[in-house]
T-cell receptor
Framework: EAGVTQFPSHSVIEKGQTVTLRCDPISGHDNLYWYRRVMGKEIKFLLHFVKESKQDESGMPNNRFLAERTGGTYSTLKVQPAELEDSGVYFC?????????????FGPGTRLTVT | GDSVTQMEGPVTLSEEAFLTINCTYTATGYPSLFWYVQYPGEGLQLLLKATKADDKGSNKGFEATYRKETTSFHLEKGSVQVSDSAVYFCAIPSGGSQGNLIFGKGTKLSVKP
Protein backbone atom coordinates (compact mmCIF):
# COMPACT_ATOMS: atom_id res chain seq x y z
CA GLU A 1 0.00 0.00 0.00
CA ALA A 2 1.42 3.36 -0.99
CA GLY A 3 1.87 5.86 1.80
CA VAL A 4 1.06 9.54 1.89
CA THR A 5 3.05 11.39 -0.73
CA GLN A 6 3.82 15.09 -0.97
CA PHE A 7 5.17 17.21 -3.76
CA PRO A 8 7.52 18.97 -4.01
CA SER A 9 9.92 17.84 -1.32
CA HIS A 10 11.58 21.26 -1.29
CA SER A 11 10.57 24.65 -2.60
CA VAL A 12 12.51 27.88 -2.50
CA ILE A 13 10.60 30.98 -3.55
CA GLU A 14 10.89 34.72 -3.14
CA LYS A 15 8.65 36.79 -0.97
CA GLY A 16 5.53 37.73 -2.86
CA GLN A 17 5.51 34.68 -5.10
CA THR A 18 2.95 31.89 -5.10
CA VAL A 19 3.58 28.27 -4.21
CA THR A 20 1.27 25.28 -4.38
CA LEU A 21 1.92 22.18 -2.34
CA ARG A 22 0.31 18.87 -3.14
CA CYS A 23 -0.63 15.92 -0.98
CA ASP A 24 -1.83 12.50 -2.07
CA PRO A 25 -3.29 10.62 0.88
CA ILE A 26 -3.51 6.88 1.28
CA SER A 27 -6.19 5.57 -1.03
CA GLY A 28 -9.54 5.25 0.73
CA HIS A 29 -8.68 7.57 3.60
CA ASP A 30 -11.51 10.02 4.18
CA ASN A 31 -9.60 12.33 6.50
CA LEU A 32 -6.80 14.56 5.30
CA TYR A 33 -4.89 16.99 7.49
CA TRP A 34 -2.36 19.72 6.87
CA TYR A 35 0.17 20.64 9.55
CA ARG A 36 3.14 22.99 9.59
CA ARG A 37 6.34 23.05 11.56
CA VAL A 38 8.15 26.34 11.71
CA MET A 39 11.85 26.05 12.62
CA GLY A 40 12.29 25.01 16.23
CA LYS A 41 8.61 25.16 17.03
CA GLU A 42 5.83 22.64 17.46
CA ILE A 43 4.03 20.99 14.60
CA LYS A 44 0.84 23.02 14.29
CA PHE A 45 -2.46 21.96 12.81
CA LEU A 46 -3.68 23.93 9.82
CA LEU A 47 -6.84 22.27 8.59
CA HIS A 48 -8.78 19.06 8.21
CA PHE A 49 -10.78 17.68 5.29
CA VAL A 50 -13.35 14.94 5.47
CA LYS A 51 -13.57 13.75 1.90
CA GLU A 52 -13.91 16.97 -0.12
CA SER A 53 -15.32 19.11 2.70
CA LYS A 54 -13.35 21.34 5.02
CA GLN A 55 -14.17 20.06 8.49
CA ASP A 56 -11.96 22.41 10.45
CA GLU A 57 -9.75 25.21 9.17
CA SER A 58 -9.20 26.92 12.49
CA GLY A 59 -5.44 26.57 12.20
CA MET A 60 -5.05 28.41 8.91
CA PRO A 61 -2.91 31.45 9.71
CA ASN A 62 -4.55 33.94 7.33
CA ASN A 63 -6.30 34.32 4.00
CA ARG A 64 -3.06 33.97 2.06
CA PHE A 65 -3.46 30.24 2.53
CA LEU A 66 -5.99 28.34 0.46
CA ALA A 67 -6.55 24.60 0.65
CA GLU A 68 -8.61 22.43 -1.63
CA ARG A 69 -9.32 18.75 -1.93
CA THR A 70 -10.52 17.80 -5.34
CA GLY A 71 -13.14 15.06 -5.38
CA GLY A 72 -12.04 13.89 -1.97
CA THR A 73 -8.73 12.61 -3.31
CA TYR A 74 -5.55 14.69 -3.41
CA SER A 75 -5.27 18.07 -1.75
CA THR A 76 -3.42 21.26 -2.57
CA LEU A 77 -2.30 24.05 -0.28
CA LYS A 78 -1.61 27.35 -2.00
CA VAL A 79 0.23 30.23 -0.40
CA GLN A 80 -0.29 33.52 -2.20
CA PRO A 81 1.57 35.78 -1.77
CA ALA A 82 4.23 34.06 0.30
CA GLU A 83 5.85 35.87 3.23
CA LEU A 84 9.09 35.15 5.06
CA GLU A 85 7.28 33.75 8.09
CA ASP A 86 5.65 31.08 5.91
CA SER A 87 8.94 29.20 5.79
CA GLY A 88 8.80 25.80 7.40
CA VAL A 89 7.95 22.19 6.76
CA TYR A 90 4.39 21.43 5.66
CA PHE A 91 3.13 17.99 6.52
CA CYS A 92 0.11 16.23 5.19
CA UNK A 93 -1.51 13.31 7.01
CA UNK A 94 -4.45 11.04 6.36
CA UNK A 95 -6.56 8.67 8.39
CA UNK A 96 -9.14 6.13 7.47
CA UNK A 97 -12.44 7.25 8.98
CA UNK A 98 -14.01 8.73 12.06
CA UNK A 99 -13.42 5.64 14.16
CA UNK A 100 -9.66 5.77 13.61
CA UNK A 101 -9.13 9.42 12.94
CA UNK A 102 -6.32 9.74 15.46
CA UNK A 103 -4.25 7.08 13.74
CA UNK A 104 -2.76 9.44 11.23
CA UNK A 105 -0.25 8.54 8.52
CA PHE A 106 2.09 11.34 7.60
CA GLY A 107 3.85 12.24 4.42
CA PRO A 108 7.53 13.22 4.35
CA GLY A 109 6.69 16.90 4.25
CA THR A 110 7.45 19.79 1.93
CA ARG A 111 10.20 22.12 3.08
CA LEU A 112 9.27 25.65 2.03
CA THR A 113 11.83 28.41 2.14
CA VAL A 114 10.72 31.97 1.43
CA THR A 115 13.58 34.38 0.79
CA GLY B 1 -5.96 25.19 26.08
CA ASP B 2 -4.62 21.69 25.63
CA SER B 3 -0.86 21.42 25.27
CA VAL B 4 2.12 19.07 25.28
CA THR B 5 5.47 19.77 26.90
CA GLN B 6 8.37 17.67 25.80
CA MET B 7 11.96 17.68 26.98
CA GLU B 8 14.24 19.79 24.88
CA GLY B 9 16.91 18.19 22.80
CA PRO B 10 19.12 17.35 21.20
CA VAL B 11 19.93 14.17 23.04
CA THR B 12 23.13 12.31 22.19
CA LEU B 13 23.70 8.80 23.50
CA SER B 14 26.08 5.96 22.91
CA GLU B 15 24.77 2.73 21.49
CA GLU B 16 23.16 0.47 24.13
CA ALA B 17 22.52 3.38 26.49
CA PHE B 18 19.19 3.84 28.26
CA LEU B 19 16.84 6.43 26.82
CA THR B 20 14.17 8.53 28.48
CA ILE B 21 12.34 11.36 26.77
CA ASN B 22 9.94 13.17 29.06
CA CYS B 23 6.49 14.25 27.98
CA THR B 24 3.73 15.86 30.02
CA TYR B 25 0.41 17.13 28.83
CA THR B 26 -2.41 19.46 29.78
CA ALA B 27 -5.84 18.43 28.64
CA THR B 28 -9.45 18.13 29.63
CA GLY B 29 -10.32 14.59 30.57
CA TYR B 30 -8.16 11.63 29.68
CA PRO B 31 -7.06 11.79 26.08
CA SER B 32 -5.28 9.10 24.13
CA LEU B 33 -1.53 9.65 24.08
CA PHE B 34 0.87 9.13 21.19
CA TRP B 35 4.53 9.05 20.34
CA TYR B 36 5.49 9.72 16.74
CA VAL B 37 8.96 9.30 15.25
CA GLN B 38 10.48 10.99 12.22
CA TYR B 39 13.50 9.27 10.72
CA PRO B 40 15.77 11.37 8.49
CA GLY B 41 14.13 12.12 5.15
CA GLU B 42 10.84 10.46 6.09
CA GLY B 43 7.43 11.45 7.38
CA LEU B 44 6.22 11.03 10.93
CA GLN B 45 5.31 7.49 11.90
CA LEU B 46 3.17 6.44 14.80
CA LEU B 47 5.54 4.72 17.19
CA LEU B 48 3.17 3.78 19.99
CA LYS B 49 0.03 4.86 21.75
CA ALA B 50 -1.97 4.41 24.93
CA THR B 51 -5.67 5.04 25.24
CA LYS B 52 -6.36 4.94 28.97
CA ALA B 53 -4.69 5.36 32.33
CA ASP B 54 -2.00 2.81 33.20
CA ASP B 55 -1.91 1.49 29.64
CA LYS B 56 1.56 0.79 28.35
CA GLY B 57 2.24 1.33 24.69
CA SER B 58 5.19 -0.50 23.18
CA ASN B 59 6.85 -0.93 19.82
CA LYS B 60 10.38 -1.58 18.51
CA GLY B 61 11.70 -1.85 22.07
CA PHE B 62 10.24 1.51 23.06
CA GLU B 63 7.71 1.81 25.87
CA ALA B 64 5.59 4.55 27.41
CA THR B 65 3.07 4.31 30.24
CA TYR B 66 0.01 6.52 30.56
CA ARG B 67 0.31 8.15 33.99
CA LYS B 68 -2.91 9.93 34.85
CA GLU B 69 -1.73 11.20 38.22
CA THR B 70 1.29 12.97 36.76
CA THR B 71 -0.24 13.63 33.31
CA SER B 72 2.85 12.12 31.76
CA PHE B 73 3.76 9.72 28.97
CA HIS B 74 7.55 9.36 29.08
CA LEU B 75 9.22 7.41 26.30
CA GLU B 76 11.84 4.83 27.30
CA LYS B 77 14.10 2.31 25.67
CA GLY B 78 16.52 0.12 27.50
CA SER B 79 19.23 -0.11 24.85
CA VAL B 80 19.27 2.31 21.95
CA GLN B 81 20.75 1.58 18.55
CA VAL B 82 22.24 3.84 15.90
CA SER B 83 19.10 3.22 13.83
CA ASP B 84 16.99 4.88 16.53
CA SER B 85 18.48 8.25 15.62
CA ALA B 86 15.45 10.36 14.76
CA VAL B 87 13.18 13.10 16.04
CA TYR B 88 10.55 11.97 18.53
CA PHE B 89 7.24 13.80 19.03
CA CYS B 90 4.75 13.38 21.84
CA ALA B 91 1.15 14.15 20.84
CA ILE B 92 -2.42 14.28 22.12
CA PRO B 93 -5.71 14.71 20.29
CA SER B 94 -7.13 18.21 20.29
CA GLY B 95 -9.96 18.93 22.67
CA GLY B 96 -12.52 18.82 19.91
CA SER B 97 -13.71 15.80 18.05
CA GLN B 98 -12.22 16.71 14.73
CA GLY B 99 -9.17 14.57 14.91
CA ASN B 100 -6.25 16.93 14.72
CA LEU B 101 -3.26 16.32 16.95
CA ILE B 102 -1.37 18.63 19.28
CA PHE B 103 2.37 17.99 19.24
CA GLY B 104 5.28 18.71 21.48
CA LYS B 105 8.31 20.49 20.02
CA GLY B 106 10.11 17.26 19.24
CA THR B 107 13.30 15.78 20.65
CA LYS B 108 16.16 14.98 18.33
CA LEU B 109 18.01 11.83 19.32
CA SER B 110 21.44 10.97 17.98
CA VAL B 111 22.93 7.61 18.83
CA LYS B 112 26.67 7.18 18.34
CA PRO B 113 28.29 3.80 17.68
Amino acid sequence: EAGVTQFPSHSVIEKGQTVTLRCDPISGHDNLYWYRRVMGKEIKFLLHFVKESKQDESGMPNNRFLAERTGGTYSTLKVQPAELEDSGVYFCASSQDWRRHYEQYFGPGTRLTVT
Amino acid sequence: GDSVTQMEGPVTLSEEAFLTINCTYTATGYPSLFWYVQYPGEGLQLLLKATKADDKGSNKGFEATYRKETTSFHLEKGSVQVSDSAVYFCAIPSGGSQGNLIFGKGTKLSVKP
